[in-house]
């Protein structure tokens, strides 16, 4: 899982190359850094689908990363957006900073005040219900007969996001393969195998879903793609964004997209036609992603400790802590970005304003000062404060959603078989965002 570095290659150079991880992660490259250069110098090397950069700074240990992340004032969300290339135009700047990803506060504040308040202790329990039917229903579908074969990642695990995803966003179930569509172009950028747009029957979905795909962007002259991580390379998205409000404002239903709009601040206005296309966009890709990403993560920790599988269909109580654990080993989400706004030191280290600040969550998440045998899998490990979700003002709202997602599914997953294994090599993504995993075939023996 670790791949080695090759002879005289930077270590800097080989964590920032995507392709690096197509092998996995290079963990021993990162446990160095955080060794010897905890605040450590990166060159934007060019590689495909990615210009030349200015650099960045990496920060690999834990409490740095916390530090970083509990100080908007000091390393910005928006000077800069989150992603570690920046925007391409002055323009594509201004429509990221719309994202609540990429504010500070106080606009941050204001909007995630306003969603917090939408996730109601009834609209949650209510998602609960849905997520524990939804994962039943996929394993009566995929784990049937007394053994057989599957891809996790395409069979059990892509499903479960969307469906909640739906559930949360007011989606109409026939449209969800929309939202695998959309969060596939965006990550495409990246890894080829997920830059193409996906076929979907205009009749199979809504005549808000047709309405939208008649907006699909085509190729360009040069045969590329507009890039997906802007609002020109997403129309279909932000129409089909732009009509869900206009009906939910009209006919509200029960989803938290229809209490978030009915909202009103401490001013007294309401979320904007725009702050909710965006919000839309945020859900629907990195929503689905990272727990898409994060599911199969999961499965592969169980393949390689069988013992823990074991454990876990022996006493089912032990899932809440295990769960925290699959995601600390696997750390879906890599890494993401700050931009100083003053000259400062970090560690040791001088930054000037302007400067990239980027957090390694998934060096983090293995920092031996925090986590004994950093390594090891361990579903029993207590306390376990990863950093999966974040820290600070940006701590994900959705970190209970996915935990139970995660929860729901392995229970079922563990209840219905009596063993898994691998039927084949899993692949990975190619990014040094997203911790992902495009293939992973798996047999199974059912339950006794």
Not at 19 to 29: I, K, L, R, S
Not at 346 to 367: P, Y
Request: overall charge neutral; hydrophobic content about 40%; proline content about 9%.
């Amino acid at each position: 899982m670790t791949p080695a570095a090759p002879p005289g290659r930077p270590d800097t150079e080989v964590v920032f190359d995507p392709e690096t991880y197509t092998g996995g992660v290079p963990f021993d490259a990162l446990a160095r850094l955080r060794r010897d250069r905890p605040v450590a110098w990166v060159p934007e090397i060019p590689v495909l689908g990615w210009p030349e950069g200015p650099g960045f700074w990496l920060v690999l240990r834990h409490g740095d990363v916390e530090s970083v992340l509990n100080r908007p004032e000091l390393f910005s969300s928006a000077l800069g957006a989150t992603q570690i290339r920046d925007p391409a135009t002055p323009q594509a700047l201004r429509y990221v900073r719309q994202m609540m990803l990429n504010m500070d506060p106080p606009q941050h504040s204001r909007l995630r005040r306003l969603l917090s308040r939408s996730f109601t202790p009834r609209a949650v329990a209510r998602l609960e219900d849905r997520i524990r039917g939804h994962a039943g229903a996929i394993c009566d579908r995929v784990l049937r007969g007394p053994r057989g074969e599957c891809d996790f990642a395409e069979d059990l695990a892509a499903d479960l996001p969307l469906l909640t995803l739906a559930d949360v966003l007011g989606v109409p179930e026939q449209d969800r393969w929309l939202l695998f569509d959309w969060s596939n172009r965006v990550i495409g950028y990246q890894d080829p195998d997920y830059a193409a747009s996906a076929e979907f029957d205009p009749a199979a979905g809504t005549p808000l879903a047709a309405e939208a795909l008649a907006l699909r962007p085509v190729p360009g002259s040069d045969g590329r793609m507009p890039d997906p991580r802007t609002r020109e390379g997403m129309p279909d998205l932000y129409a089909y964004a732009h009509l869900l409000a206009e009906r939910k404002r009209r006919q509200p239903g029960d989803d938290v997209m229809s209490i978030l709009l009915a909202q009103t601040d401490e001013a007294g206005g309401q979320v904007s036609a725009a702050e909710f296309e965006n919000m839309f966009w945020l859900f629907a890709v990195a929503g689905n992603e990272t727990l898409r990403n994060g599911l199969p993560g999961a499965c592969v920790a169980l393949l390689e400790h069988p013992g823990a599988a074991e454990e876990l269909r022996a006493d089912p109580g032990l899932l809440p802590v295990a769960v925290n654990e699959m995601l600390r080993w696997w750390t879906p989400v890599m890494t993401f970005r700050r931009t100083a706004t003053a000259d400062c030191e970090l560690a040791g280290q001088a930054i000037r304003a302007g400067d990239k600040v980027v957090v390694s969550f998934t060096s983090a998440n293995r920092d031996e000062a925090v986590f004994a045998d950093p390594g090891r899998f361990d579903i029993r490990r207590h306390p376990n404060p990863h950093l999966v979700f974040g820290y600070g003002p940006h701590f994900c709202l959705g970190a209970h959603l996915a935990r139970t997602q995660m929860r729901a599914l392995f229970a079922e997953v563990l209840a219905r078989t009596s063993s898994l294994r691998y039927a084949g090599s899993p692949a990975y993504l190619r990014s040094n965002f997203q911790r992902g995993i495009k293939r992973l075939p798996i047999a199974w023996t059912a339950g006794r």
